[in-house]
């Protein structure tokens, strides 16, 4: 999934003014302007529209683990240079403090089954043998069960 898209879902979720999302990139000593907020939101199509990296997405998520879960002792983590879904997906799950069940529980908001093994699988190293990639659609139905579960809507 796009970095724009998941952040413009997260926001929503959240329901997070552009304030308060720069405020979550100042968690993660990251300062970044209203402008450039904006810009990562608009849409695809926007001539305004602006790429979100990985980096700035990943401090982003960095941001909301700290502000949700407290600031670790010590620096401030790098944030990755490359992001994937699973990357992606293990942060939400750090920043929402999900257990696994909580997590099934939620796809299954989204009318989403999948057993308790697969679920483990997104979350391994990637050198592990029973490691899988997150598609897409994982991530997708996993966003909208979070809608679902703190909006009460699926949009």
């Known amino acids: ?11 929503y979720i959240l329901d997070l003014h552009d304030k308060d999302v720069i405020a979550l990139f100042a968690q993660a000593e990251q300062r970044v302007t209203r402008a450039q907020v904006i810009a990562w939101l608009k849409k695809d199509d926007d001539p305004d529209y602006e790429e979100c990296s990985d980096v ?4 982003f998520l960095n941001g909301l ?6 600031k670790q002792d010590g620096q401030q983590p790098k944030p990755e240079e490359s992001m994937n879904n699973n990357l992606v997906f ?5 920043a929402f403090k999900l257990q696994a069940q ?5 796809l299954s908001l989204a009318d989403l089954n999948i057993s308790k093994h697969e679920l483990s699988a997104l979350f391994r190293r990637p050198d592990h043998k029973h490691y899988r990639a997150c598609k897409d659609q994982i991530l997708r139905n996993f966003l909208t069960g979070l809608q679902i579960k703190y909006r009460g809507t699926s949009q």
């Open 1 to 11: 999934m796009k970095t724009n898209d998941c952040l413009r879902r997260v926001r």
């Open 56 to 59: 700035m997405f990943a401090t």
């Open 65 to 70: 683990i700290n502000q949700r879960r407290g």
């Open 90 to 94: 293990k942060k939400l799950k750090i």
């Open 102 to 106: 909580d997590i099934l529980v939620i």
